[in-house]
């Protein structure tokens, strides 16, 4: 059998055209593979315990008896032991509220900028919210809201944040304000011999995805659990992904939707989250217990991060000013 030149010509080019398209479409495929490798899958990794019940943790009473010395006097004093409070605490806003209230407010909620005031339901775990809002800067209430006691909003719409060890079924808490086991979870009493046993200790090497899960629970305020539909997450325990139950959008609308400080929080968590960047996190700058952000003062003035609050035109250096508010809290 003679094969044709002509025939020839034409396999030839048949099979370059093949080879062309072939290497054409692995290259679009694997630059394709490389820009999805960019960005983490926020659900890929660890475990929750969403829907469970809430452990019997040891409370802060508890860890105090042996931890008095190191912790007891600045917690005392720090923000997230105090975010609800006995209304004796907070004597101005009290009197506010004397008139519409006749004493029936037992707690406050808030600090600098917003008091809310609580009383003890009928029912275990759950608090009342009051309707009016106490200003501390300009020391006055709220105008123009009428004054009543609402029973189910704070345990559906605040619980999860301001109180600890809450039952995402039943809206209960177990303690007031934030406790210790919120951010170092069911801590194991065996620690008292080999501290990397609990969460932050200085021996303890835990992945950046871990301690913003622990911060993010509370501090992104703009998620929702997805199997609660509840605006905080469900049954999180220091330790789990966070990101497997709480939907939280990382898009760049929405980073610029919000005031510099939750935007400078939101946009911390996107890069160990979303983008694998795992060298910066909240206590990178923050320290919970001195209730301090004075290192931060140190890093290298080219992070994205600073320019949250920080302006640095023809080298001078300036801070802007920030105003902090949030439609979940409502204020
Ligand atoms: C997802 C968690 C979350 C939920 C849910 C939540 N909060 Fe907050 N709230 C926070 C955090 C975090 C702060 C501290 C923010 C800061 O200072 O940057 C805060 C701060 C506040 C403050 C203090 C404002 C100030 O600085 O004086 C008030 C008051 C408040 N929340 C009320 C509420 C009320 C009322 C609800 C329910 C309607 C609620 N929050 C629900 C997380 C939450
Ligand atoms: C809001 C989160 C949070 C809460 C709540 C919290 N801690 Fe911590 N704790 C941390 C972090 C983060 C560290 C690591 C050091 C730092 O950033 O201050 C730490 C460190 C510690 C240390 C190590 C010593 C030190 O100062 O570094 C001890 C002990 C400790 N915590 C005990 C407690 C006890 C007891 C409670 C409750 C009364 C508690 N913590 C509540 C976040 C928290
Ligand atoms: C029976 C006493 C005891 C109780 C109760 C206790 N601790 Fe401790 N804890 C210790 C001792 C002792 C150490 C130091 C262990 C070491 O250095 O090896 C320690 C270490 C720690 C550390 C690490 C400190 C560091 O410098 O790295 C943290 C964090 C901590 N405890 C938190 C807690 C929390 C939170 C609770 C309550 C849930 C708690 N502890 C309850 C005795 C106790
Ligand atoms: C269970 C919810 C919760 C968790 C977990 C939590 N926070 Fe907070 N945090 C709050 C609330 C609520 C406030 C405001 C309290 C107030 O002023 O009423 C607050 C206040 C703060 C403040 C301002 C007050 C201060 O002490 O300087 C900082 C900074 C902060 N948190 C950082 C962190 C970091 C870092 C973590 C993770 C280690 C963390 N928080 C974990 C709820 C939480
Ligand atoms: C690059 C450093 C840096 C990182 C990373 C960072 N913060 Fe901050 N943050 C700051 C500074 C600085 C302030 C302003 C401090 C002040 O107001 O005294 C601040 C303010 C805050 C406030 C308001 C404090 C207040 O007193 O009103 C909260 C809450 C907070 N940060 C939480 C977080 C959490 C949670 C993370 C991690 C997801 C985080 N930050 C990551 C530097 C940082
Ligand atoms: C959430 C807001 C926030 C972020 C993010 C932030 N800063 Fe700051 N920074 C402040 C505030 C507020 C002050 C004023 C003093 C204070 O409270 O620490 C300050 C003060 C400073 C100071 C000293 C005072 C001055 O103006 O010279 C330096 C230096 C500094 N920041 C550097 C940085 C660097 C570097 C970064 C990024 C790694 C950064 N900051 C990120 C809020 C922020």
Same mark, same amino acid.
């Given at each position: 059998m003679v094969i044709h030149a002509e025939t020839w010509r034409r396999g030839l080019f048949l099979l370059a055209f093949a080879c062309t398209i072939f290497f054409v479409v692995r290259a679009l495929t694997s630059s394709k593979k490389q820009t999805s490798r960019k960005l983490v899958d926020p659900a890929a990794w660890g475990e929750d315990h969403v829907g469970g019940s809430v452990p019997d943790y040891v409370t802060g009473g508890e860890c105090l008896f042996c931890h008095r010395k190191d912790i007891g006097a600045q917690w005392a004093k720090n923000r997230h032991h105090l975010t609800i409070r006995s209304v004796v605490e907070e004597p101005k806003a009290t009197q506010a509220v004397a008139a519409s209230l006749k004493g029936t407010a037992q707690f406050v909620l808030g600090g600098k900028k917003n008091i809310r005031f609580l009383r003890r339901s009928g029912a275990y775990g759950k608090l009342d919210l009051h309707s009016q809002q106490y200003d501390p800067v300009m020391h006055k209430l709220s105008e123009k809201t009428e004054s009543s006691w609402e029973s189910h909003s704070f345990g559906k719409n605040c619980a999860g944040c301001h109180t600890t060890g809450v039952d995402a079924k039943t809206h209960t808490f177990s303690s007031l304000s934030i406790d210790c086991f919120s951010c170092?979870? /069911?801590?194991?009493?065996?620690?008292?011999?080999? @501290?990397?046993?609990?969460?932050?200790?200085?021996?303890r090497e835990d992945s950046a995805r871990v301690t913003v899960s622990i911060c993010a629970q509370c501090h992104v305020r703009t998620g929702k659990s997805r199997s609660s539909g509840l605006p905080y997450a469900n049954n999180f325990i220091p330790g789990d992904n966070l990101f497997r139950d709480f939907e939280v959008s990382f898009a760049d609308k929405s980073l610029v939707s919000l005031n510099l400080v939750d935007r400078h929080i939101l946009e911390n968590v996107r890069d160990v989250i979303r983008l694998g960047n795992d060298s910066v996190t909240c206590m990178t700058c923050h320290k919970v217990h001195q209730s301090?952000? /004075?290192?931060?003062?140190?890093?290298?003035?080219? @992070?994205?991060?600073c320019a949250n609050c920080h302006d640095s035109k023809s080298g001078e250096w300036t801070t802007k000013t920030f105003k902090k508010h949030s439609d979940l809290c409502r204020y």
């Open positions: 170092h979870g /069911d801590v194991d009493l065996k620690h008292n011999s080999n @501290s990397s046993l609990v969460l932050f200790a200085a021996k301090s952000s /004075d290192r931060h003062q140190r890093l290298s003035k080219e @992070s994205a991060i």
